[in-house]
């Protein structure tokens, strides 16, 4: 099953995500399939804490990739 899921990067106390597509029970620092963005929850402007290609996601959607609620949340 295809996740998507949130990877962390950076330093311990100011972590930013990517957006990844990877196997369900692949660790994160694993495989990544695709890269679909950024989140930067530090970001001051809300327009630029998150960047996403969203054709990619809806095609990885379309495809039976499931995301995680995290990501259901961030991209309402």
């Known amino acids: 099953m295809?996740?998507?899921?949130?990877?962390?990067t950076?330093?311990?106390?100011?972590r930013s995500y990517r957006i990844v597509v990877v196997e369900g029970k692949?660790?994160?620092?694993?495989s990544v399939l695709?890269?679909?963005?950024t989140y930067n929850p530090h970001e001051k402007e809300d327009k630029?804490?998150?960047?996403?290609?969203?054709?990619?996601?809806q095609s990885w959607i379309s495809k039976g990739a499931q995301p995680t609620d995290t990501i259901r949340k961030l991209v309402k």
């Open 34 to 37: 695709e890269t679909l963005g």
């Open 48 to 57: 630029n804490k998150i960047v996403l290609n969203k054709t990619g996601y």
């Open 2 to 8: 295809l996740k998507i899921k949130l990877q962390p």
């Open 10 to 14: 950076g330093k311990k106390h100011q």
């Open 26 to 30: 692949t660790k994160l620092s694993g």
